[in-house]
């Protein structure tokens, strides 16, 4: 009986400790920091949306890549 | 005619006045603003956007005449455009016109798919975006066309270290309160088990593991959620004072202390639960202080962000972009239409219209001759117009306005809250008389266990859980009963100033008036054709009067042949004239019949417009501002209950007497500034009144940012808006009236919670320090408090209105 309680706290502090976890990460990357966008984040929830999320991602990576060779470009010049 | 709801903006309107196209008969527009940003996103492929808008509505885009050149100025550039280590260029912005979560998605996906952009990021809460590019792809002017292309608008403003400041405490307490409440979550989970087994019988192991657990979660609150309180307290200490931090550190530490013995060995029965809900419970109050004090940052910022950025100055003949604190006295202004005047000054023209709506509250143009007085914030509602500073930037009433509501804003003005204050001392006493508990114990018995147990239990039983529920358990319940009458009370903290309050001040155009004009009465019946020739004049101008006419020949159901002028044109400060089949139209007031050589012999107290066809007066129309139908029954209630009422407005004294006759108010105060209104709630205030300012503009937010308690209606002005504790959201004035019932009542109740708990303390904590109390019935007492508080609380909502 007692080991089954203890296995039982484990498993449960395991899973709200992981949970906490990804709260606490969460708040820190800015996901709550606009508490009237996140409460309709349902809306943003599309398979377009995650497609544009794609599509962003990789506009970002381009334009970071293409800053960067100017700044190479213009610091070797 | 029926009424249909416009396919961009879903405003609903009657369909005869609706813009249809042949190509797509199901779609109707209420403007040209409207169908040209629907065409722009569904070319774009942005259609899902009204399947996301849901059920919100939009303000119709409005066509701004404000240059965006200004945006790629060098000095634009040295103040707003900061830039990123990766070299890229970063703008803060104010995006306005933002209604619903659709207009943020729309607005960031418009701005995602344009060139050059890396990242667009736009909070809903506060309208801040943040928007970094590449220069050298696209420039700054271009971006702010796209966000206007699609009905809204974008102003930029600084991020000042305020906000920055703001923002990172914000983030910070939301984290440590939502670790605490996690904590005291699982705690209260695992409470139920251990209570239970204390009444049905618990093996020592179990209970010595579910203590083990609870002091985890207890651990992780007092020190990590906790800390903010140790830090008050230790610089409470430095500076030699005993603070609220001190009481629930020490109190919570001991308490921490105490159980960590229990869990190692010693007799007795641990509190941690006690100690997770000390922290959370005041942290949670901590969290709603620092979100008022974001939330007045992040007002200051929208308000800023209003402030022109150049003026454009002529010397000479040459015309010269200067930024605004260049501008010295005797410097000719050049002011465009749309645009603001950025200094005081005096007309150097002969005829121009300015709305001082920012000042006065009145919708009317005011009409300049030259040396009339221009003030700054103004709008240039006519043509290009010329005048001289006669005040530097810094001495200017838009200045002026904005240096006293960052001061105002940063101290307001705020009662004493009765529970605090009362909590403050009751801490002292129970800390003092736990201490004296202890000592005459451990004198008296000599046993140190005993007299630690003692002093526990009457800290336990005297933790001032109901006493800190009382107000704001009362004040939830109440709120949520305000917000389902429409009544939005932005911090808990206002009820109870509202239920003391002895005046309203009340203000006139949009608050006892409905702040539109509409027609009173007309001269002279038209027949089909002059009426189809006076909707064609009216529909072309966006003049209030105009749109007062207009709406008056659709509500009387007029069937309107819609036709098309020729040669339209605005007379500056006048009217409108245009012509049709070699006929010519005048419409306007009577300076305009009189240029054209009509005679009239009309007179009248109210605003008059008059329409002639080829020189023939044919009907004059009497326009005045309708006054709200529930304004009487507001103010007989303010009677009723003892709250004096002041009307104090911008309008000439005739027509604010005229208003406050109508209505019963004795006190009316006319041809009010913005300044003389927040002079006047000072001298309220000094003559110790508690004052309830209700309001609506841009004229009212220094008045409102004065009060102890400001009310706008839902639809003023965003700086009232965001100026005001409670909102009115439906409009109506029986709002202002529910306003008052419910924080009365509430009030009434937080009271009457004080009151039981202070009874239940003055029974139990002699019964504790007499040792009468074990600390186990201690903790389950200190809750019953707590439930009868809350229950006490339900009964608010039980009064009909």
């Known amino acids: ?56 991602e990789n506009k970002q990576k381009a334009l970071k890549e293409k800053k960067r060779l100017e700044m190479e470009n213009s610091s070797k010049e | 005619m029926s009424i249909v709801k416009c396919t961009h903006c879903q405003l609903e309107f009657d369909e005869s006045v609706m813009i249809t196209e042949d190509k797509n008969p199901s779609v109707y527009f209420c403007c040209n603003g409207c169908q040209g940003v629907y065409h722009l996103l569904k070319d774009d492929g942005l259609e899902s956007f009204y399947e996301k808008m849901g059920n919100s509505t939009l303000a119709p885009p409005v066509e701004t005449d404000d240059s965006v050149e200004n945006f ?128 049905s019988g618990i093996k ?39 603070n609220m931090d001190l009481l629930v550190s020490g109190g919570a530490l001991i308490t921490y202390i105490y159980s960590l013995t229990i869990l190692f060995g010693a007799n007795g029965h641990s509190y941690f639960d006690s100690v997770t809900m000390i922290i959370t419970f005041v942290l949670v109050g901590k969290y709603l202080e620092v979100l008022g004090k974001k939330s007045a940052v992040d007002t200051m910022d929208k308000i800023k962000s209003q402030v022109p950025l150049e003026a454009t100055i002529v010397n000479d003949g040459v015309k010269k972009i200067v930024a605004l604190d260049e501008i010295v006295v005797g410097d000719i202004i050049e002011v465009k239409n749309g645009e603001k005047a950025s200094v005081d000054g005096k007309s150097i023209v002969n005829l121009s219209t300015f709305d001082e709506s920012s000042l006065s509250g009145e919708s009317l143009p005011v009409e300049k001759r030259e040396g009339d007085l221009i003030f700054s914030g103004t709008i240039n509602s006519g043509i290009v117009m010329r005048y001289e500073a006669t005040k530097n930037y810094a001495n200017s009433t838009l200045s002026t306005m904005v240096n006293l509501l960052e001061d105002s804003l940063a101290s307001k003005p705020k009662i004493e809250e009765m529970t605090n204050e009362l909590s403050k001392y009751f801490s002292i006493t129970i800390i003092l008389l736990a201490i004296v508990t202890y000592f005459g114990w451990y004198f008296y018995s000599g046993d140190f266990e005993k007299a630690l147990i003692i002093m526990i239990s009457v800290v336990v039983i005297a933790c001032p859980c109901a006493l800190a529920l009382a107000t704001p358990i009362a004040s939830l319940i109440g709120i949520s009963w305000a917000t389902e009458r429409g009544l939005l009370f932005k911090e808990a903290k206002f009820i109870e100033t509202f239920a003391k309050a002895t005046t309203v001040v009340v203000d006139k155009t949009g608050t006892v008036t409905e702040g539109k004009l509409t027609v009173k009465s007309q001269s002279k019946e038209l027949d089909d054709y002059q009426l189809s020739l006076l909707y064609a004049l ?36 006048q009217g409108m004239r245009a012509t049709f089949n070699h006929s010519t139209i005048l419409g306007g007031n009577l300076k305009l019949l009189l240029e054209n050589g009509i005679e009239v012999n009309i007179k009248s107290d109210y605003t008059v417009y008059h329409f002639a066809i080829d ?184 009064k009909e209105i």
């Open chain 1, 1 to 56: 009986m007692n080991a089954v309680l203890k296995l039982e706290l484990i498993v449960g502090l395991f899973v709200s400790f992981t949970l906490l976890a990804i709260f606490i990460w969460s708040v820190r990357k800015g996901g709550f920091d606009d508490s009237k966008k996140m409460m309709d984040g349902m809306l943003f929830d599309s398979e377009e949306d995650l497609r544009d999320a794609v599509r962003r």
């Open chain 2, 72 to 199: 790629d100025l060098e000095s634009f550039r040295q103040r707003y455009i900061k830039t990123t280590p990766e070299g890229f260029s970063k703008v803060d912005l104010v995006i306005e016109g933002i209604h619903c979560a659709a207009c943020v998605w729309l607005n960031e996906k418009i701005l995602d798919d344009t060139d050059g952009v890396l990242e667009a990021s736009i909070n809903f809460t506060n309208n801040k975006a943040k928007i970094i590019w590449d220069e050298e792809t696209v420039p700054l002017s271009e971006i702010i066309n796209k966000i206007r292309s699609i009905g809204y608008n974008a102003y930029p403003y600084e991020q000042s270290k305020e906000d920055v400041k703001a923002t990172s405490a914000q983030k910070d307490y939301f984290l440590r309160m939502s670790v605490a409440v996690f904590g005291s979550m699982n705690v209260m989970m695992i409470g139920v088990a251990k209570y239970a087994g204390l009444f």
């Open chain 2, 204 to 242: 020592p192991e179990n209970l010595h593991l579910i203590h083990m657990v609870e002091s985890l979660f207890a651990t992780i609150v007092l020190f990590y959620s906790g800390w903010i309180f140790f830090r008050g307290a230790y610089y409470g200490i430095k500076n030699k004072i005993v």
């Open chain 2, 538 to 573: 009216v529909d072309g101008s966006t003049h209030p009067v105009s749109k007062a006419i207009k709406k008056y020949l659709i509500d009387e159901d007029k069937a309107i042949e819609i036709i098309e002028l020729e040669d339209i044109e605005q007379v500056n400060a």
């Open chain 2, 615 to 798: 020189g023939e007066l044919i009907s004059t129309f009497e326009l005045e501002d309708s006054i709200k139908k529930d304004s009487q029954e507001m103010i007989a209630y303010f009677e009723k209950i003892g709250v004096e009422t002041i009307m104090a407005t911008g309008d000439n004294q005739h027509v604010a007497q005229d208003v406050g006759k109508k209505v019963g108010i004795k006190k009316v105060y006319s041809e009010m500034s913005p300044l003389d209104k927040a002079e006047l709630m000072n001298s309220l205030k000094d003559e110790g009144k508690i004052v309830v300012m209700v309001g609506d503009g841009i004229n009212d937010a220094l008045a409102l940012s004065k009060a102890d308690v400001a009310i706008a209606m839902g639809s003023g002005a965003d700086v009232a808006l965001a100026m005001s504790d409670v909102v009115v959201l439906n409009d109506s004035l029986r709002g202002i009236k529910d306003s008052f019932v419910i924080s009365r009542r509430t009030y009434k109740f937080i009271k009457q919670n004080l009151f039981l708990s202070l009874v239940y303390n003055v029974i139990t904590i002699p019964l504790a320090m007499a040792g009468y109390v074990i600390p186990l019935v201690a903790a389950l007492s200190m809750s019953l408090s707590s439930l009868i508080v809350v229950g006490n609380s339900m009964r608010i909502k039980l």
